[in-house]
């Protein structure tokens, strides 16, 4: 489960309602912490994710900071994810993989040396 502060998180979009109701649609799970300003937003990437394409779809311009909050928890892909990967698209190519998986660029070479010298 993953969490995320979103301080102000009324203040800062517009049209937070509406907002909130997407982020409801996804089951993901928003509350506010106390009486303060501050909210919290806890659930899975496959959730976070889902949040993050409705969200783009709107064109909203006060939500990008929280899609940008949302990307920043985007979790790593493993050698061993990128490797099937890899495996799966033998003819993807180092920036293909790179773009994909949000892998660094030593990561990348390796699940793709890992499969040339098998």
């Given at each position: 489960?993953?969490?995320?502060?979103?301080?102000?998180?009324?203040?800062?979009?517009?049209?937070?309602n509406?907002l909130?109701?997407?982020?409801?649609?996804?089951?993901?799970?928003?509350?506010?912490?106390?009486?303060?300003?501050?909210?919290?937003?806890?659930?899975?990437?496959?959730?976070?994710?889902?949040?993050?394409?409705l969200?783009?779809?709107?064109?909203?311009?006060?939500?990008?900071?929280?899609?940008?909050q949302?990307?920043?928890?985007?979790?790593?892909?493993s050698?061993?994810?990128?490797?099937?990967?890899?495996?799966k698209?033998?003819?993807?190519?180092?920036?293909?993989?790179?773009?994909?998986?949000?892998?660094?660029l030593?990561?990348?070479?390796?699940a793709?040396d890992?499969?040339?010298?098998?």
């Open positions: 489960m993953l969490e995320i502060q979103l301080n102000s998180f009324v203040r800062r979009i517009a049209r937070a509406e909130k109701a997407l982020i409801k649609a996804s089951g993901a799970k928003l509350t506010r912490k106390g009486r303060s300003r501050n909210w919290q937003l806890q659930g899975d990437w496959p959730q976070f994710a889902l949040i993050i394409e969200a783009e779809t709107q064109n909203e311009p006060s939500w990008l900071w929280v899609i940008t949302l990307k920043s928890v985007k979790p790593k892909a050698t061993s994810e990128l490797i099937e990967i890899v495996r698209n033998p003819t993807i190519t180092l920036t293909q993989l790179i773009a994909k998986t949000d892998c660094t030593l990561e990348g070479r390796q793709l890992s499969l040339a010298f098998d």
